[in-house]
Each structure stands twice: as C-alpha cells, then as structure tokens.
C-alpha cells in the first residue's frame, strides 16, 4: 500500500534537505583540505628555497674572492672566509628547517664540501711566501672550484626537490578539487531527481485535497 502523498513529501523532503547539507560539508571539507594541501607545502618549501639561494650567493662570492686572491686584486683569503662563515650559518639554519631524511643527507654533504673548501683556503697563503709555487696554486685552486661548484649543485637540488614537492602537493589538490567537482555535480543530479519527486507527490498531494 501506498504511503500518503504528505508523508511521501515530507520523507523527500527531508533526504534532500540532507543531501544538500551534507554536499556543502563535503565542498566546505574538499576546500579547506585543498587550501591547507597547498599552504602546508609553500610554507614548508618556502624557507628551504630561501635558504638555499643564501648558500649558493655565499658560495658564489667566496669564489669569487678566491680568484681575486690568486690574481693578486686582494692581500689575503679572509674575505673568502667570512663568505664561508654565513654560508656556515645558512646550513645551520637550514638543519632547523623540516624535511626529508634526503635533506639531511644533503645538507651533511654539502657541510663536509664546506669544510673542505675552507681548508683549501686557509693552506693557499702558504703557496705565496717568496716565490709563488704556480703548480701548487693550480691544485688548490682547481680543488676549491669543484668544492665550490659541488656546494652549489647541492644547493640547487635542495631548492629543486622542495620546487617539487611544491608540484606534488598541488597535483593531490588538484586530485581532491576534482573529486569535490563530480561529487558536487553528482548530487546536483540526484537533487533534481529529489525535486521533480517532490513536485509529483506535491500533485498527487494537490489531487488528494481538492479531492477532498
């Protein structure tokens, strides 16, 4: 037996009063996991990029002051020291920043690359006491280059893989907008179904009245 038309109503009625609210939670929930998905990567990426385009100034300028050592424009190697002294402090800072075991693994690299680069300076003053031995300088000179661009390799693929994960949290909110889409045109369907249900038992509804 058929249930009366008000009761058919009222039931249809209620489930898409549910639907809709639980559509609109559901766009509210996909949103928000999509803003926070792409926020948490830009902050955490974002320092890491900043941080390593501090290192590769300093390791720039340290050898730039190198060669202006050996081509005799400057009296000593300190200058080039003091670049190595705040690219220090960037990878210091950038061992506080979260990351992958991959980023550690970098940053310990590119520390022991450092630390080299910096013995490499500190024995070129004692290449020019009297004559200066040319061979000698070449080797150091040659070994702190490769050091020196090998930091600066390292700082590169750091900022690339925080780039990249910055793609990676993007293409999973591209993921979730798309699910919030066809979930949202899903329940559009069903919506209309609901309402052109409720518009027939509104007639039989109608009927049933003016019946009576």
């Known amino acids: 037996?058929?249930?009366?038309?008000?009761?058919?109503?009222?039931?249809?009625?209620?489930?898409?009063?549910?639907?809709?609210?639980?559509?609109?939670?559901?766009?509210?929930?996909?949103?928000?996991?999509?803003?926070?998905?792409?926020?948490?990567?830009?902050?955490?990426?974002?320092?890491?990029?900043?941080?390593?385009?501090?290192?590769?100034?300093?390791?720039?300028?340290?050898?730039?002051?190198?060669?202006?050592?050996?081509?005799?424009?400057?009296?000593?190697?300190?200058?080039a020291l003091r670049h190595l002294d705040r690219l220090s402090q960037q990878v210091a800072r950038a061992r506080t920043l979260p990351g992958t075991q991959a980023l550690a693994k970098d940053l310990d690299a590119m520390d022991t690359d450092v630390r080299r680069y910096r013995k490499v300076l500190e024995l070129l003053p004692g290449t020019t006491g009297g004559a200066r031995d040319w061979a000698r300088i070449q080797e150091y000179g040659a070994t702190a280059v490769r050091l020196g661009a090998e930091v600066g390799r390292r700082a590169e693929k750091i900022a690339v893989d925080a780039l990249a994960t910055i793609r990676r949290q993007g293409k999973a909110a591209v993921g979730v907008a798309r699910w919030a889409r066809w979930a949202a045109l899903g329940t559009l369907g069903v919506s209309l179904v609901t309402v052109f249900a409720l518009a027939r038992w509104w007639r039989r509804f109608q009927d049933l009245i003016l019946g009576l």
């Open 1 to 79: 037996m058929a249930r009366p038309a008000g009761v058919q109503i009222r039931r249809w009625f209620f489930f898409l009063v549910v639907l809709l609210v639980g559509t609109n939670g559901g766009v509210l929930v996909g949103s928000w996991m999509v803003e926070r998905s792409v926020t948490d990567a830009v902050e955490r990426a974002r320092p890491v990029v900043e941080v390593t385009g501090e290192i590769r100034a300093e390791i720039l300028a340290a050898q730039r002051e190198m060669f202006r050592y050996l081509a005799e424009f400057a009296d000593d190697v300190a200058p």
